[in-house]
């Protein structure tokens, strides 16, 4: 089998449910889509170990359910989480019971620390994110994502141009180039290679047919 004709075949959406191996290459069917998807991996190098008390102060990207593709991305600034849902707004979720829930549901998560804004204290930067969620209705796949607000965020107050922000590897790409990350952490993540943490590499495709998928799914438990 060529090269080329490996590179193709990586690219499909299989849709039987069957591990597949292309020599050094595997595709798996993923827990929450009946798409088998490359298992290509972004590495995200996690500095230190979990300690919630920390998550209490500073400004933090999360990455809830690290370990499947997409995650949700959302932001916990000075106590308080922030993010858009397919549900719509979640706002002013304190830390000590955005954790507990997540440590209750053993919630594969991801805390990368931002560096402190030179300017602008945590606390107005955490009213500021608040808002910009609001200008959200709700995650709907073709305009608004979870991360529509986080990419106006870093616009706003970091001067990340969101056009070059499409999906969160590209976030995760330029924070890392302009030294904006001060450390990682994680939790009920299995971290097998030298701290470093794999993110299975999704596509805008796959993006949007997760999100489809969750709006069907939420769609039907109203009807009922």
Do not use: W
Not at 8 to 37: D, E, R
Not at 61 to 89: C, D, F, M, R, W
Not at 112 to 117: A, Y
Request: glycine share 2%.
């Amino acid at each position: 089998m060529g090269a080329a004709y490996q590179t193709y075949q990586l690219k499909i959406y299989y849709t039987f449910c069957k591990k597949l191996t292309l020599q050094n290459n595997t595709l798996a069917l993923h827990k929450h889509t009946p798409y088998l998807i490359p298992l290509e991996k972004y590495p995200l190098h996690i500095t230190d170990v979990f300690n919630p008390n920390e998550l209490k102060n500073g400004i933090y990207l999360v990455l809830l359910h690290a370990n499947y593709s997409p995650p949700h991305i959302g932001l916990l600034i000075e106590n308080y989480y922030h993010s858009l849902t397919i549900k719509g707004q979640e706002l002013n979720i304190k830390s000590d019971v955005f954790l507990k829930n997540i440590a209750l549901r053993k919630i594969g998560t991801a805390f990368i620390k931002i560096k402190k804004h030179p300017v602008f204290s945590n606390q107005h930067l955490q009213e500021a994110f608040a808002e910009q969620v609001k200008l959200f209705d709700k995650v709907n796949g073709d305009v608004n994502t979870c991360l529509s607000p986080v990419r106006l965020f870093f616009e706003d107050f970091y001067a990340l141009k969101k056009e070059r922000i499409t999906l969160i590897f590209d976030l995760l790409k330029i924070l890392e180039e302009n030294s904006f990350i001060e450390k990682t952490t994680c939790t009920h993540l299995i971290i097998p290679d030298k701290n470093i943490l794999y993110l299975d590499i999704y596509n805008t495709t796959h993006l949007k047919e997760k999100i489809a998928l969750e709006l069907q799914k939420e769609k039907t438990q109203k009807s009922f």
